[in-house]
C-alpha cells in the first residue's frame, strides 16, 4: 500500500533534510507535496534511505496496467528492443531506426498529431527519449525541409504501433530510413496509453533505450545505467547543440509553392544567441525583416555587442536553465545594460527571468505538444501554443520591475514576462510553431516594433 509524500518525507528527517539527502532543491521537495508524487527517478535514493518497497511509493505503476506492474525479464517471441526505466521496469518491443546499446535519458511525452520530424529535431529534445501519444507516426515520411536542426538531439522515440508508411506527397523516404541515417533508435509496441499515465502521475522517469544488433540484453546492466543517470538537474545541454562559431541566417519561413524564400531587404539586424536554436525560429525573424546573424551560446556580451544589432534574441534550448545561467546571465546582463530590445523564447524565456533576478524549477512531467492553451494577462487573449519545456520561471521569485504577462491554462505556470524599463519581454512557448498552430506569430512583429522604437 503506497503511503503520502508527507510521510515519507517525514521518515527522511523533515522537507529540507530530505532535500539534502536526495541532492535536490527545497522548490522541487514542495512540488512534490503540492503534487503527491515523487519523480520515479527520484526513487531508488528514496528507496535506499527509507527501506520502504517499490510499491510503496506514490504514483508507483498503475494497478490497472500488468505489463507495468509485472515487466518480463526475458525478451518475448518477436521483441527485438526494451524500454528500461530507473525502478527496474523493464517494457519490451520491436526496435526500428539505428540500433543501439543504450543511452541514459529522461522520459517524456509529447501530444502533437502532426510535425513529428520537428520534434526529434528540436535541439530542446537533448537528453530526452519522446513518447509519442498519437498513432500513426511516420505517415508522412521524411524530408530536408522538416527539420529544425541538422542532426537529432533527441535519444530515441517510442510508439504504439508500427511505423506507418509514407503517403505524403513531399515524402523523400520512409521514417525509419530516416532515423537509420541518423543514429537514432525506436521502439514500437509499447502501451504509451499507459506509460504517458505513469509519467503523468509520478514525474518523467529517467531510462534508456536498448536496441542491440546482436539482440543479446544484460538487463541488470541496463537497470543499472538507468538507474545511474542523475538526470536532467543540474545539466548544461544548450553548450552541447549550439554553433560553434557565428553565421549568418537569411531564409524565410516556407509558403505554397514556392517552399522557403529568402530575405532580401532587411530593416533591423538581430543577433540570435544560439542554446539549441529551431530554424522555423530563425525563418520567423527573417520574414519580419530582420538580418540575422547567429552566435554560440558561451558568446559574452562583448563579443554580441560587437555585431552592432538593433535587438538580441534568445533562442530556446535543452537542460536546466539554472546551470546554463552560469554563462549566460553575465551575457545577458551586459546586452540588457547596452539598452538593446530583447526576446527570448523557452530556454531564452528562463535565462532572461534568472538574469532579471528570478527563480526557476523542475516541472513534474513538462509541457510538450502543440495544442497548449496560453492566457495573456493583460488582454485576456487566449492563444492555443506549441511548447516543450520541462522547466518553469516561479513568478514568485520576480523582483516588482518585472511583469508576469501570459500564464498556462493547464497548471497556471508561468508564460511570459516583461521588463518594460529594461526594454525585455520573453515568452516560454514556442511562438514560431514548428510543429504546431500560428497564433503567437505577432510576437515577432512585437519585437521589432521595440527595435524601431
Known amino acids: 500500500m503506497t503511503i503520502t509524500v508527507d510521510a515519507i518525507l517525514l521518515r527522511l528527517g523533515g522537507a529540507e533534510t530530505a532535500a539534502r539527502r536526495l541532492g535536490v532543491g527545497t522548490e522541487a521537495v514542495r512540488k512534490w507535496r503540492q503534487n503527491g508524487v515523487i519523480p520515479a527517478r527520484h526513487w531508488p535514493a528514496v528507496l535506499g534511505a527509507t527501506g520502504l518497497a517499490l510499491a510503496d511509493m506514490p504514483g508507483a505503476a498503475p494497478q490497472e496496467n500488468a505489463a507495468m506492474n509485472h515487466p518480463t525479464t526475458t525478451p518475448p517471441d518477436g521483441a527485438t528492443a526494451c524500454l528500461v526505466l530507473a525502478d527496474g521496469t523493464v517494457l519490451w518491443g520491436r526496435g526500428f531506426g539505428a540500433a543501439t546499446s543504450g543511452e541514459p535519458a529522461e522520459i517524456c511525452f509529447n501530444t502533437g498529431m502532426t510535425g513529428y520530424q520537428e520534434t526529434l529535431t528540436d535541439p530542446s529534445y537533448a537528453g530526452q527519449i519522446i513518447v509519442f501519444t498519437f498513432p500513426h507516426i511516420g505517415n508522412v515520411g521524411a524530408n530536408a525541409e522538416d527539420i529544425e536542426a541538422t542532426t537529432i538531439a533527441a535519444r530515441g522515440l517510442v510508439v504504439k504501433q508500427d511505423l506507418t508508411a509514407p503517403s505524403n506527397w513531399r515524402a523523400a523516404q520512409p521514417l525509419d530510413a530516416w532515423l537509420r541515417a541518423q543514429g537514432v533508435a525506436g521502439i514500437a509496441g509499447i502501451d504509451t496509453r499507459a506509460l504517458t499515465a505513469r509519467i503523468r502521475d509520478g514525474g518523467a522517469p529517467n531510462g534508456l533505450l ?244
Open 210 to 453: 536498448a536496441f542491440p544488433a546482436d539482440g543479446r540484453f544484460d538487463l541488470p546492466a541496463l537497470i543499472a545505467a538507468a538507474a545511474a543517470w542523475p538526470g536532467l538537474e543540474g545539466m548544461d545541454l544548450a553548450c552541447r547543440v549550439s554553433c560553434t562559431q557565428s553565421y549568418a541566417w537569411t531564409e524565410t519561413a516556407w509558403r505554397w509553392p514556392a517552399g522557403f524564400g529568402r530575405m532580401a531587404a532587411p530593416a533591423h539586424h538581430v543577433v540570435a544567441v544560439d542554446y539549441g536554436a529551431k530554424r522555423n525560429i530563425l525563418r520567423c525573424l527573417a520574414a519580419a525583416g530582420c538580418r540575422v546573424t547567429v552566435v554560440p551560446a558561451t558568446a559574452t556580451a562583448a563579443e554580441i555587442l560587437r555585431h552592432a544589432p538593433d535587438g538580441v534574441f534568445l533562442s530556446n534550448g535543452p537542460g536546466d536553465p539554472a546551470a546554463t545561467a552560469e554563462y549566460a546571465v553575465p551575457a545577458i546582463r551586459g546586452v540588457l545594460d547596452a539598452g538593446l530590445p530583447l526576446f527570448g523564447i523557452c530556454l531564452g524565456h528562463q535565462l532572461l527571468a534568472l538574469t532579471l533576478g528570478g527563480r526557476t524549477y523542475k516541472l513534474a512531467r513538462g509541457h510538450r505538444g502543440a495544442n497548449q492553451p496560453v492566457q495573456e494577462l493583460a488582454t485576456g487573449r487566449v492563444e492555443i501554443t506549441s511548447q516543450n519545456h520541462g522547466f518553469a520561471v516561479d513568478e514568485a521569485s520576480l523582483p516588482e520591475a518585472v511583469q508576469v504577462t501570459h500564464r498556462s491554462l493547464f497548471d497556471g505556470s508561468n508564460e511570459g514576462i516583461a521588463c518594460p524599463s529594461r526594454r525585455a519581454f520573453s515568452v516560454q512557448y514556442h511562438p514560431e510553431a514548428s510543429p504546431g498552430p500560428s497564433d503567437s506569430h505577432h510576437l515577432f512583429r512585437r519585437f521589432v516594433a521595440m527595435m524601431e522604437g
